[in-house]
């Protein structure tokens, strides 16, 4: 794991379905996120789109199946550029900009994630996850001064 | 983000102070974490097999990313008859700085202790920053950084969440 390492890509074909039940998951009620005539109608886009906290989750998931179930998320930030409407694919590639143990000895690896459609860059990423040092480390064990995400 | 220095008192009093102390409508639950699970078809053993959960993280825990999920009202409850806004502070500046748009543009969540079925969160807001006026194409106006606190039952910070927002009148909008 370094600096460098292509993560690899996650596709999805995203439907009415995804919207919605990605908008219900998250409590967020907004028409512009279950209602086609709203949308179209309101908001002047051509459907209905996904969510800020579903892309949370989808950028999350991304993330712990590359470093699997010891990594832990410290921080995550990201910026919504377009719109992810059904009947996109949207794919999900990510690098690996950094790697550092900080003084408590936590192992934390940055990435870069894109979430696009075709070529329009609808998110991007940056986050911050914890992975073990060693066979014997377990990131989800650290608290107080020695979790500083 | 450089401060603004010409801001009415009342909003430049905001900055920094906690606002709107609030606990969550309802405990977290499992069967939202595996339906937000499902939302994006997420299999991480963490939030569906008890047993690795119990060996790595000392039992289930909540995906991280849901944390603002907790704390957004109600679609509809009895005896509430104005639905409550999930970022007040948002559009107290929008109203008192008198700029009717607004959009958001950036959100970064910082994760601290482990979120866990049964607790019960509280979340404080807090303004950090708010800009001089820019011109943007969007049109007229400030940006602004809000910070959302979550803790658990037992105090201990969960996690922040921060937004930046822009507020902004549209081109040829009175002020």
């Known amino acids: 794991m370094k600096a460098g390492t292509v993560l ?14 990605g908008a219900l998951a998250t409590r967020d009620w907004r028409p512009q996120h279950h209602d086609y005539h709203f949308a179209t109608e309101r908001n002047g886009v051509r459907d209905i789109f996904l969510n800020a906290p579903n892309q949370a989750a989808w950028f999350e998931r991304y993330v712990t199946d590359w470093t699997g179930p010891f990594g832990r998320l410290g921080r995550m930030s990201f910026r919504m550029h377009d719109s992810v409407f059904p009947g ?15 003084g408590a000895g936590c192992r934390w ?8 459609v075709a070529d329009r860059t609808c998110s991007t990423c940056s986050a911050r996850v914890a992975v073990p040092v060693d066979p014997d480390d377990n990131p989800w064990s650290r608290r107080g001064e020695r979790w500083q995400p | 983000m450089s401060q603004a220095t010409d801001l009415p008192d009342e909003v430049a009093g905001w900055i920094d102070a906690v606002r709107y ?3 969550g409508d309802f405990p977290v639950e499992r069967g939202y974490i595996w339906t937000a699970c499902a939302s ?4 991480n053993p963490l939030f569906w097999d008890d047993k690795a959960a119990a060996e790595i993280t000392g039992g289930p825990i909540a995906p991280p990313s849901m944390l603002s999920t907790w704390f957004r009202p109600h679609h509809w409850a009895p005896d509430v008859e104005e639905q409550r806004l999930p970022l007040q502070v948002h559009f107290d500046l929008k109203d008192r700085l008198d700029l009717p748009e ?7 969540m910082t994760f601290h202790e482990p979120v866990r079925p049964g607790d019960v969160l509280s979340t404080r807001q807090r303004l950090r920053s708010v800009s001089p006026e820019k011109t943007t194409k969007l049109g007229i106006g400030r940006f602004w950084v809000i910070d959302v606190e979550y803790h658990n039952q037992r105090g201990e910070l969960v996690g922040v969440e921060s937004w930046t927002g822009f507020g902004y009148r549209r081109d040829g909008e009175a002020s």
């Open chain 1, 8 to 21: 690899p890509d996650l596709t999805y074909d995203v439907s009415s379905t995804t919207v919605v039940l």
């Open chain 1, 88 to 102: 996109d694919q949207m794919r999900l590639s990510g690098k690996v900009v950094d790697v550092e143990d900080d």
């Open chain 1, 109 to 116: 690896v940055s990435l870069e994630i894109t979430l696009s």
């Open chain 2, 21 to 23: 102390e609030e606990t």
């Open chain 2, 40 to 43: 994006v078809e997420n299999g």
């Open chain 2, 102 to 108: 607004a959009v958001m543009s950036d959100n970064t």
